[in-house]
């Protein structure tokens, strides 16, 4: 399996079925997926609901292009198959119906590609979310390929002789990104990723819930209580599969998906050139008190802010960044001097914003 196959095997099963994985539990009681192409009647009902997908995307280097549906329908996998030569196709899996097309087109010199599935199954109206995902189809993501010697411009930071074309491309339903080293294919997702999304390299396989942190999900699986345990024998196949792959885990493999620390020296102190480089102002004159990057100031939390905040009531803190943002307002960016961490947060960038108003400044 490549690593695009594996990414779209991954991504088409998300939601499927959550911890604890039971029929019975609430949250598998009704199904929560992403990219869902509901059937026409129930889908006119909301401004958030569609029946169909649409993804379009521009090319250069080729005129030759092909492209994959992939979809749950029933608890299976299904596909649909497209290209310039069988550019459009009737479906019907189970009682959901539609059809699905490619086309494309000159762009000045560059080629948009259209690939759209649209659910067609007449139902009656009125029917419950429940009812409706019965004839939709789920998990809907598109793949989109090129020949040889051609290549996508991104969908989300196209270049800037592209940005024009890709602007025009209006897509709905689905979220393109670029999705091979190469850029020669676009992966219609259900979800909002980045251009060139990677699966960790640690992760022992789906559990249903793949933007979660894997290493608990493998532990609360070990935790089933038997009850929950003997209710999985009865449940759909895909889920029996990850159950089995799950409890073979041996304590190296949950080891193994804490992730990785790479470790470094120390970063060196930064000239007064680099000073000169890090984002924000150097120092800022709010209300006639002066905020200086790298003076220290003492937390004064306002009232309405959460607990956390309070527990830094009284506390030193260090001035890390100033920043001004678009609605004129000041944000002091801030380590607490105490915190035994603060060296690394500093590293990260992983500030707390405070307003001037809730700062005093030392020495003043």
Same mark, same amino acid.
């Not at 419950?128 to 809907?140: F, H, K, P, V, Y």
């Not at 592209?162 to 992966?187: E, I, K, Q, R, S």
């Not at 690394?344 to 030392?362: A, N, Q, S, W």
């Given at each position: ?73 029933g608890g299976e996998e299904r596909r649909i198959e497209l290209s310039l030569e069988q550019p ?51 998990? +809907? ?7 040889? %010697?051609?290549?996508? &411009? #991104?969908?989300? *930071? !196209?270049?800037?002789? $592209? ?86 885990? +041996? ?7 804490? %992730?990785?620390?790479? &470790? #470094?020296?120390? *970063? !060196?102190?930064?000239? $007064? ?7 924000g102002e150097q120092s800022i004159v709010v209300d006639g008190r002066t905020f200086v990057r ?36 000041v944000h002091l960016c801030v380590t607490v001097d105490d915190d035994p961490g603060q060296d ?21």
């Amino acid at each position: 399996m490549t690593h695009l196959e594996e990414l779209v095997d991954t991504l088409l099963w998300e939601g499927h079925q959550l911890y604890p994985y039971t029929p019975s539990a609430t949250k598998n009681a009704t199904p929560t997926p992403f990219g869902i192409v509901y059937p026409p009647a129930y889908a006119a009902g909301g401004p958030h609901t569609f029946a169909r997908l649409k993804l379009q995307c521009i090319a250069t280097g080729t005129d030759s292009f092909s492209g994959t549906v992939v979809c749950l329908q029933g608890g299976e996998e299904r596909r649909i198959e497209l290209s310039l030569e069988q550019p459009e196709t009737d479906f019907a899996f189970g009682p959901v119906s539609g059809r699905a097309w490619m086309t494309s087109e000159d762009f000045g010199g560059m080629i948009r590609v259209t690939v759209a599935v649209e659910n067609e199954t007449e139902v009656e109206e009125g029917l419950t979310r429940t009812e409706a995902l019965e004839s939709s189809l789920l998990s +809907t993501h598109v793949v989109v390929r090129c020949a040889p %010697g051609g290549r996508f &411009m #991104s969908p989300i *930071a !196209p270049p800037e002789e $592209a940005a024009t074309a890709v602007m025009t491309c209006a897509n709905v339903n689905t979220y393109p990104v670029l999705a091979t080293p190469g850029d020669d294919a676009v992966l219609g997702a259900a979800i909002i990723l980045p251009d060139h999304p990677q699966i960790a390299p640690e992760s022992r396989g789906s559990l249903f819930d793949s933007t979660e942190i894997e290493q608990a999900l493998l532990l609360h699986v070990l935790a089933l209580s038997d009850g929950e345990r003997a209710e999985l024998a009865d449940a759909d196949p895909a889920v029996k599969a990850m159950i089995e792959r799950a409890v073979k885990a +041996t304590p190296e493999d949950i080891m193994a998906l804490h %992730g990785r620390v790479t &470790m #470094s020296d120390p *970063a !060196p102190a930064p000239s $007064a050139e680099a000073d000169a480089d890090i984002r924000g102002e150097q120092s800022i004159v709010v209300d006639g008190r002066t905020f200086v990057r790298g003076r220290q100031v003492v937390l004064r939390p306002e009232a309405n802010r959460n607990a956390q905040d309070h527990l830094l009531d009284g506390r030193s803190a260090t001035i890390e960044r100033i920043y001004i943002d678009y609605d004129e307002q000041v944000h002091l960016c801030v380590t607490v001097d105490d915190d035994p961490g603060q060296d690394i947060m500093r590293d990260i960038g992983r500030y707390l914003y405070f307003k001037p108003t809730e700062v005093e400044v030392i020495g003043s």
